[in-house]
């Protein structure tokens, strides 16, 4: 840990205050609100796995607030919409994903052997 932060447990402690104060859930429903206004949300992006986050089996969810909610539904929306007008698939690298008839990567590949 850098000198200029302090001791770790006074890190860890100040961690643990804003984490309870919800600090860093705020600042996340900003950014997001924000980028939904700005029309900057790109679902494409997003991907989160269990290797990712864990979370309790009783775990309900993250609350967001009605901006950022509206913003990735509107998101959400429109990639739906992409994906049904049949225009061309691309992975996070915003490479062209070659796919067979079926709408399978595993077509593509297939097909071409």
Do not use: C, Y
Not at 93 to 107: E, I, L
């Amino acid at each position: 840990m850098p000198r200029e932060f302090g001791a770790w447990s006074t890190v860890h402690n100040r961690f643990r205050q804003w984490r309870n104060a919800g600090v860093f859930e705020a600042l996340l429903e900003g950014a997001i609100a924000e980028a939904a206004k700005r029309g900057e949300v790109d679902m494409s992006l997003v991907s989160v796995g269990s290797t990712t986050v864990r979370a309790h089996h009783d775990a309900a969810g993250m609350h967001l607030n009605p901006d950022a909610l509206a913003g990735l539904e509107k998101a959400a929306e429109e990639a739906e919409k992409t994906r049904q007008k049949g225009e061309a698939r691309t992975n996070k690298t915003g490479t062209t994903v070659r796919t067979g008839k079926s709408g399978d990567a595993s077509d593509a590949d297939a097909s071409s052997a």
